[in-house]
């Protein structure tokens, strides 16, 4: 069974940076594209970036410019390296494949953007 379980989240001024983990097990990291989305409450879940088996990447445009998205296949693990965050970042995060997503959602990692 595939497990997603999302790390790296916390409270963060306005300009600053975090970088999210996505621990993936099972057989889906090399099978498919991997994405990071994002919710907050009220809201549907939105993606916010994407990268494929051969590197390639997609990115929400209120994200473009300040995040990146990667991934090691020798640890499994998708990461999102955010910069200049912004209040509006303010969401749970979460990691899964792309649509339709093919594993469970995790719990998510909370990133909070404020002063």
């Known amino acids: 069974q595939v497990q997603l379980v999302e790390s790296g989240g916390g409270l963060v001024q306005p300009g600053g940076s975090l970088r999210l983990s996505c621990a993936i097990s099972?057989?889906?990291?090399?099978?498919?594209?991997m994405a990071w989305y994002r919710q907050v409450p009220g809201k549907q879940r939105e993606m916010v970036a994407l990268?494929?088996?051969?590197?390639?990447?997609n990115y929400a445009d209120s994200v473009k410019g300040r995040f990146t998205i990667s991934g090691d296949n020798a640890k499994n693990t998708v990461y999102l390296q955010m910069n200049s965050l912004k209040p509006e970042d303010t969401a749970v995060y979460f990691c899964?494949?792309?649509?339709?997503?093919?594993?469970?959602w995790g719990q998510g990692t909370q990133v909070t953007v404020s002063s």
């Open positions: 899964n494949t792309d649509q339709p997503v093919r594993a469970d």
């Open positions: 099972g057989s889906i990291f090399r099978r498919y594209a």
């Open positions: 990268v494929s088996g051969d590197g390639r990447t």
